[in-house]
């Protein structure tokens, strides 16, 4: 666990941010090996071939935070002496204030006694679980996880050219996306990929035991077992439900 109280946030967001990184992933592996380079001044960073420096892929970047090993902290992207006055990354600090989620509003966090168990492991948990909720905050996608060197990494928000995220394309990734991720409460990020992706979504029941989300690509049914848990994704594509 990294920060807990951050959980509930991080996990609504979860099933969203993975799919949004899979095709990040996609289209990072097409370009071969590569090299990515962050330009704090301009807010850019880029993906660059080695093989082929022409082949870029360069999007508007927004720091989200730093997690360091030295001082073993957190340091909101808000507070950062090189986070800039992002108004969308400082809209996480106002959302914690609104909400009574100290963990949001304030500066900096301390790394909590566990993580000394895997220092690098726990990093990068917690950078995925901050680009998670960054996402849910602001609904830009996708992220990246920087390693800056001594162990630090950099959270950044992306503005990629890339495709927004069809049903179509969720149903295609779902198989390999699902057996990686723990869903806390798959009902919820369920309703929050159909939200943060702007797609319709209708439950099939008052009992909530399954979810149909569509758009101009098709349709997808979640079913959820006795435990709320997904079991099962039926789709038909190329067809959307009248009504």
Do not use: C, K, N
């Amino acid at each position: 666990m990294t920060f807990p109280a951050l959980a509930p946030l991080a996990d609504r967001a979860a099933l969203f941010a993975a799919l949004r990184q899979d095709q990040l992933v996609a289209a990072t592996d097409a370009l071969g090996e590569h090299r990515w380079d962050v330009d704090l001044a301009a807010g850019t960073l880029a993906f660059t071939s080695e093989a082929d420096p022409s082949r870029r892929i360069v999007a508007r970047a927004s720091l989200v935070a730093t997690i360091a090993p030295g001082p073993r902290s957190l340091m909101w992207a808000w507070a950062h002496p090189q986070g800039g006055a992002d108004p969308q990354i400082a809209a996480l600090r106002d959302y914690g204030t609104t909400y009574g989620i100290a963990e949001l509003s304030q500066p900096e966090l301390p790394f909590p006694a566990e993580a000394d168990a895997d220092v690098d492991g726990w990093i990068s948990g917690a950078a995925h679980q901050v680009a998670a909720i960054a996402e849910e905050i602001t609904g830009r996608s996708p992220y990246y996880s920087a390693p800056v060197g001594s162990g630090t990494r950099a959270v950044f928000l992306l503005d990629a050219p890339l495709p927004a995220l069809t049903v179509a394309d969720a149903v295609t990734a779902l198989p390999r996306i699902l057996p990686e991720l723990s869903l806390s409460d798959a009902r919820s990020s369920v309703w929050d990929l159909a939200r943060l992706a702007g797609w319709s979504m209708q439950w099939t029941d008052e009992a909530y035991s399954g979810a149909v989300v569509s758009d101009a690509t098709g349709s997808a049914t979640f079913r959820f077992d006795e435990y709320a848990r997904i079991a099962g994704v039926e789709s038909t594509l190329g067809q959307v439900p009248q009504g």
